[in-house]
């Protein structure tokens, strides 16, 4: 009896799909304590914590905020790439109307976000009124996104000095940076929407079939496009932050490469690419492996540029590991290693 | 009347045109025999990278490694030539064959394991451009007597224009690109493929030789682009290439080949290159714009033409 259950709470762990991003986790923070015993320490100091975690946790915060909107968008069996481009148009229009000194904060934020909502409802409308594939509709925001930030800050990096703008990206709220709290806000509200209403399971059938769902009477178009615009939301929540961290906007490097790690982070959560299952905590779980791989990568004295080709091993084999077809291979080899 | 698949090929023909009186009329020297030939030579490595790319989207895939594919092959040449002090003729056939083993690589992971074409690609483009960055993240110049040489030779042409010899190479690799793509069997194939990959296989079309077949070749032109660009700046840097695989894309559409796959030419990639070439060239005629202009143009131009793709796909079904 005491086996049998011990058995199958096993299997219930091997078969939860927390069990290998987590394994991931772990791994990588005992080869971080291994090389420094210190590395999980936090200490208060000034009304604040610091520490590798905390670190951890506020470095991840542009690119948590992108994956929360990626995992549903890829949910919907769509992709967004123009994440990176949006936090750039974001961070520009409010840099911008910082400068012009009398606008006050709320409209700067108001107005920072709606870009990006307005981002998110060319995507959406391309995608789900037009039928352009994903990956098209959003490479062009992405190829554009950038020259119109550019545009805007007429090709200068745009500085400011505003404290309460500030505050978002490096101040502190109970000795926690503002950035996790902010993580945790939209984590919360966008978990809250999708599980406790029927909008999570709208998202997951239109991202199974998008025509069946729509014989059973789901507003298919308006899931898919109501998706971008969380994503555009999000993205341009993250370029207000990022701009909020440096006092400027940066309309080349602010955002780059983002939505390839916001993609690995919602990949390693176990989200299959092709739409359905999906769950955010998986996915800021992912966001916490890569970010731990960043720095664990600069902790441990390894040369930065190792960076890329970890990630690029890390999707592949993720990847590999989610398709049935090499699960059998590997399956196949094990019970022909067992027979002999 | 012309057939409806040849209406976008031949509104980017006509706009070519168009750009090309309009800049002739507005400044002096910009309808030159000159400015046509640099168009080829600029743009010589985008052209190679885009036929690739125009085979990968005809079968009805994408390749977003290309760019970092460029640079790695840029890179690799300049060290292999300038630190290791390897012959140029020894390296170039090993670059191809790597760029060549690397396309192998994912199209096998593409279609053993039926991943998506554009995840793979993806994590192709992070390893290509890692690897790259590991070997050196520094601009690595060249010197060597056959990269003089190369950069001395052309044809003159009529009209006081110079066709330098490696814009040549690039009209032959378009010759055979041609050649392969419209009329030998594997074409054939990639049609097929794009059309719809299930009837293809049915009709006995050999789907695994094929789809690897076109990611190495895809790969293959994009690590010969490379070669290209270490002629052009004699010098191998990791960062070449960032955004080259979104400008491919983007003139193969122009060019009028579906992005679903299974419709489009070889010619129409060329003019699908040469008009945004001709964008770049008028911005820099024109002076006071700025130079990201050209892709908000560019992105522009590409959305008018998926919405014509899309309005000609929806009344050919009709009609």
């Known amino acids: 009896m005491n086996t049998e259950t011990s058995h199958s709470f096993a299997e219930r762990l091997l078969k939860s799909r927390y069990i290998w991003p987590l394994a991931a986790l772990l791994l990588m923070l005992i080869f971080n304590l291994l090389l420094d015993a210190s590395f999980l320490d936090i200490h208060f100091d000034n009304g604040r914590f610091y520490g590798n975690p905390i670190d951890i946790l506020h470095r991840s915060a542009p690119v948590a905020l992108l994956a929360i909107g990626m995992t549903v968008v890829i949910a919907t069996g769509g992709i967004d790439l123009s994440v990176g481009a949006v936090m750039a148009i974001a961070g520009a229009v409010c840099a911008n109307l910082l400068v012009a000194t009398d606008v006050s904060l709320f409209t700067v934020l108001v107005a920072g976000i709606a870009s990006g909502l307005l981002c998110g409802l060319i995507n959406g409308a391309l995608v789900s009124y037009m039928g352009i594939q994903p990956i098209i509709a959003t490479l062009l925001l992405m190829v554009t996104g950038r020259g119109i930030a550019q545009l805007l800050n007429d090709g200068q990096i745009v500085t400011f000095q505003h404290a309460g703008f500030s505050w978002l990206g490096s101040g502190t709220l109970l000795g926690i940076p503002v950035t996790i709290w902010l993580v945790l806000l939209v984590f919360i509200i966008s978990q809250l929407m999708l599980r406790r209403t029927a909008l999570g399971l709208f998202v997951e059938a239109v991202g199974c079939n998008s025509s069946a769902s729509r014989y059973l009477g789901i507003n298919d178009r308006t899931v898919k496009l109501m998706a971008y615009l969380l994503t555009g939301f999000c993205a341009a929540l993250a370029g207000i932050i990022s701009a909020a961290d440096i006092n400027g906007s940066d309309a080349n490097n602010v955002g780059l490469w983002l939505e390839l790690d916001a993609i690995l982070a919602v990949v390693l959560g176990g989200a299959a690419l092709s739409g359905g299952r999906f769950s955010i905590p998986l996915s800021l779980l992912g966001v916490l492996i890569i970010q731990t791989l960043n720095t664990t990568i600069m902790v441990s004295g390894m040369p930065s540029k190792l960076n890329l080709l970890i990630k690029a091993l890390a999707v592949v084999l993720v990847l590999l590991l989610q398709s049935d077809i090499f699960r059998k291979q590997i399956s196949g080899l094990a019970g022909k290693w067992r027979h002999s | ?319």
């Open chain 2, 1 to 319: 009347m012309i057939a409806r698949r040849f209406v976008p090929l031949l509104a980017t023909f006509s706009l070519l045109v168009v750009m090309f009186i309009i800049g002739g009329f507005q400044f002096e020297g910009f309808a030159s025999f000159q400015v046509v030939t640099n168009l080829l030579t600029d743009n010589a490595f985008l052209l190679v990278v885009a036929l690739g790319m125009t085979l990968v989207i005809l079968s009805g895939g994408i390749d977003l490694s290309v760019g970092a594919v460029v640079a790695l092959s840029g890179v690799l040449c300049a060290v292999l030539i300038s630190e290791y002090q390897w012959p140029p003729l020894l390296v170039f056939p090993l670059v191809l064959v790597i760029g060549t083993l690397f396309g192998t690589l994912m199209g096998s992971l593409i279609y053993f394991y039926k991943l998506q074409p554009f995840i793979v690609t993806l994590a192709g483009m992070f390893f290509a451009r890692g690897l790259a960055t590991t070997i050196s993240e520094e601009s690595v110049g060249i010197e060597h007597p056959l990269y003089y040489a190369v950069a001395d030779s052309g044809i003159a042409l009529p009209g006081n224009a110079w066709l330098p010899s490696y814009a040549i190479i690039v009209l032959a690799v378009l010759a055979g690109l041609f050649l392969l793509t419209h009329y030998s069997r594997f074409g054939g194939y990639v049609y097929a493929i794009g059309g719809n990959s299930q009837s293809a296989a049915l009709m006995g079309v050999p789907i695994a030789r094929s789809t690897i077949g076109i990611y190495a070749m895809s790969s293959f032109l994009a690590a010969f682009a490379g070669i290209l660009y270490t002629f052009y700046t004699f010098s191998g840097y990791a960062l070449t290439g960032i955004g080259m695989e979104l400008d491919a894309i983007a003139a193969v559409v122009i060019g009028g080949t579906l992005l679903t796959g299974g419709s489009g030419y070889i010619l129409g990639t060329l003019l699908g290159v040469m008009l945004m070439g001709i964008i770049h060239t008028y911005i820099i005629f024109e002076g006071s714009l700025n130079s990201w202009w050209a892709r908000i143009a560019i992105g522009l131009l590409l959305f008018v033409f998926i919405a014509l793709q899309k309005v000609l796909n929806r009344s050919s079904q009709r009609g």
